[in-house]
């Protein structure tokens, strides 16, 4: 962290003694720890970060290695599922973040790029098209799969296996379909909105068609509400806790006033925020109850998708698949089933449960750009578990999973697809 230093800033915001006080320090969660399996370090560790917050919050210092262990954190909160005593890791970590956030003062270039991206760039659509433009111009004169190649060779250290991660554009991008409403096929028994995201707009547009497509086939009205923005959720899980509530506010205002059956994302790690908007604001008078009722229409679509009368008129598709969890559909919303039921549901779907399929992949929002060697080593291993199952497509439920796992593909893998579930759907739909 050597553009950050410690200011004497008191301020004791941070997790909750409450939080801090349910740990019995039992270890219980260990294995369940992609970075404590890697590193095998107690400070590393889900019960090694709560001792380290106990320590802060009984007055020690926010100091670089406190940052440090904070921030190798993936935030994937496998370690709330394995926890017996319930600790709300997942916020828990966003509180130190926060806190982390309000006393550390940083250098005046990483204040800037901080700004942008989570000020300016995530919440503009005309600059996140301007992005997406100049992403789809380094592809097509030749510049991204040059990055790759030489990352592939491990040519141009860091940058070069970071430029595995970008993600593509792909025109026309899908903020003109925001206002829109996308009839039902035959009968309308659903009226749906669908929060299309933020980079998701640009690089996975066709996602984002094909999910309106598979819910159109389903007997959904659906609608792409005007005024949506970003979730909130990369804001949040680096600690910029009142941007998350006033893009929040943005999105309860747009879409209180619509009807919906359900609110419907296809990333689950939005998802997983979009779903705790009601704890979000609960400090909130004007919006506590209307982030409550909010938070209770969202679902993922696969969760939705298993929870309606499924279409079930597909063709095969005669493929040997595994499923990578998400970790924020897996242990933030506690959705394991509806995806693999979807799956099992199309026919010729051969389907190979690969080993850990529950740990992250390294993903993890921003992670893999920001914690770029943690996050390449835990791919590293996913991968094997991956290529152990012999299965041709690699299918998952977010688009951030996606983008890691092809990097995986191209970087350890036997050419497998890496497909959303909902994708596949479409395919079996004989898109
Ligand atoms: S976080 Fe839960 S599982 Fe881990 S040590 Fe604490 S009580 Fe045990
Ligand atoms: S959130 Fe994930 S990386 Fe962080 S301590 Fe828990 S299991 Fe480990």
């Known amino acids: 962290m050597a553009d950050s230093i410690v200011v004497s800033d008191t301020t004791r915001v941070g997790p909750k003694q409450f939080d801090l006080d349910r740990c019995v320090h039992c270890g219980l969660c260990l294995n369940a720890c992609p970075t404590y399996r890697e590193l095998g370090l107690e400070m590393d560790s889900p019960r090694g970060r709560v001792y380290q917050m106990v320590q802060v919050s009984n007055g020690a210092p926010i100091t670089p290695s406190y940052e440090e262990h904070i921030g190798l954190c993936l935030a994937c909160r496998g370690c709330e599922t394995a926890c017996p005593s319930g600790v709300p890791y997942g916020r828990m970590v966003e509180d130190a973040r926060a806190q982390i956030e309000s ?9 800037w790029l901080r700004q942008f991206v989570f000020r300016k760039l995530l919440v503009s659509p005309r600059l996140l098209t301007a992005a997406g433009a100049m992403i789809y111009l380094s592809e097509r004169i030749g510049l991204k799969g040059l990055m790759r190649v030489l990352g592939a060779c491990h040519i141009g250290g860091r940058w070069g296996e970071i430029a595995q991660l970008a993600p593509s554009a792909e025109p026309p991008f899908f903020f003109s379909q925001i206002g829109k409403t996308f009839p039902a096929e035959g009968q309308t028994r659903h009226r749906v909105a669908f929060l299309a995201g933020c980079i998701a707009n640009v690089s996975f547009a066709r996602l984002n068609e094909a999910t309106v497509r598979v819910l159109q086939k389903n007997g959904c009205e659906v609608v ?7 979730c909130g959720a990369l804001h949040l899980h680096s600690g910029l806790r009142e941007d998350a509530q006033r893009l929040a506010r943005r999105n309860i205002d747009a879409l209180e006033k619509g009807g ?3 609110i419907l994302t296809n990333a689950a790690g939005c998802g997983s925020t979009l779903k705790e908007y009601g704890e979000l604001l609960a400090d909130d008078p004007q919006y506590a109850a ?32 595994t499923y990578q969890d998400s970790c924020h559909l897996l242990h933030g919303q506690r959705v394991r089933t509806a995806p693999r039921k979807l799956l099992a549901a199309m026919p010729g779907v051969q389907f190979r449960e690969m080993r850990g399929s529950d ?47 092809e990097a995986g593909v191209r970087m350890h893998g036997k ?13 079996a739909y004989g898109a």
């Open 103 to 111: 006393q550390v003062k940083r250098g005046r270039a990483a204040t």
């Open 224 to 230: 792409i509400p005007e005024g949506q923005t970003c």
């Open 260 to 262: 919906y059956d359900a």
């Open 290 to 321: 209307k982030a409550h009722a909010f938070a209770a229409q969202v679902r993922d679509v696969t969760e939705f998708l298993d929870g309606i009368e499924l279409n079930r008129q597909m063709t095969p598709l005669n493929a040997v698949v």
């Open 359 to 405: 740990i992250c992949c390294g993903s993890a929002g921003i992670y893999n750009v920001v914690q770029n060697e943690m996050s390449m080593q835990i791919l590293g291993s996913k991968m094997k578990s991956v290529n152990a199952t012999d299965a041709t497509i690699i299918a998952t439920a977010n688009p951030g999973c996606m983008l890691q796992l």
């Open 415 to 427: 050419e497998q697809k890496v497909m959303h579930v909902i994708e596949l759907l479409d395919r």
